[in-house]
């Protein structure tokens, strides 16, 4: 059955460092999709992005925050400068086709925990 | 605002008791709702899914939830768990994007 798969599984960076985090989505899907979790809290949406652009953005998801999809495979996080605050799980989904975005099931990859000290 | 809370943070039965975990929505439109599992060290899994028809849904591994329009629930149910049902249990509302509730840990006993 495919995956999602995510890379690196843990991540540890200094505070104001850059990070990407990486994300293979199941090959024919086309929404993805980044969600975090600090420890001890909600699942929260991060961004989602379909036909190369952003579809939507959380408040989280400010200026120090891109995605790209860089290839036909990869979907990345970037982090410009990391803070304290930005440690937590970071999880990439991905759905395929469906006209109604309501309806479209979100795969889920183990996720990446990042630590910034 | 769009929300989902879940009422039970952490819940200890023993295998072969009855799982009932509560879920609550709070949104104007159209829902679509789901439960997700996350089994220690793997990643969200979808156990079960909402979107029209019958408000008893089936899911896996003997999961089913009840969709009650009009008090805003949706519910997870398990008559008999088991060891390995352990894990962390989220409920969430797709409106595009999947809002979650703050997710129910679940410890099931030997």
């Known amino acids: 059955e495919p995956e999602v798969t995510q890379t690196p599984s843990h991540q540890v960076t200094q505070m104001g460092q850059e990070v990407i985090l990486r994300c293979v989505p199941i090959?024919?899907?086309?929404?993805f999709y980044w969600y975090r979790q600090i420890l001890g809290q909600k699942v929260e949406f991060l961004v989602s992005?379909?036909?190369?652009?952003?579809?939507?953005k959380s408040e989280i998801f400010d200026d120090q925050f891109s995605v790209e999809r860089p290839d036909g495979s990869n979907f990345t996080l970037k982090i410009r400068s990391t803070k304290l605050e930005d440690s937590a799980m970071y999880f990439c989904?991905?759905?395929?086709?469906?006209?109604?975005?309501?309806?479209?099931?979100?795969?889920f990859g183990p996720g990446t925990r990042l630590t910034v000290t | 605002a769009q929300s989902v809370s879940q009422h039970n943070h952490h819940v200890i039965l023993s295998e072969a008791a009855s799982l009932e975990l509560g879920c609550n929505y709070s949104?104007?439109?159209?829902?679509?709702l789901f439960w997700y599992v996350q089994y220690p060290g793997q990643h969200l899994q979808l156990l079960l899914k909402?979107?029209?028809?019958?408000?008893l849904v089936k899911g896996i591994k003997g999961f089913e939830a009840e969709f009650i329009k009009s008090k805003f629930s949706f519910n997870l149910r398990k008559p008999s768990v088991q060891w390995s049902d352990t894990a962390e249990y989220f409920c969430?509302?797709?409106?595009?994007?999947?809002?979650f509730g703050q997710g129910t840990t679940l410890q099931v006993k030997p």
């Open positions: 989904a991905s759905s395929g086709r469906s006209d109604y975005p309501r309806l479209r099931e979100q795969y």
């Open positions: 090959s024919n899907h086309l929404y």
């Open positions: 992005f379909y036909n190369n652009e952003i579809s939507e």
């Open positions: 949104y104007g439109g159209t829902v679509n």
């Open positions: 909402y979107f029209s028809g019958d408000p």
């Open positions: 969430a509302a797709n409106t595009g994007k999947l809002i």
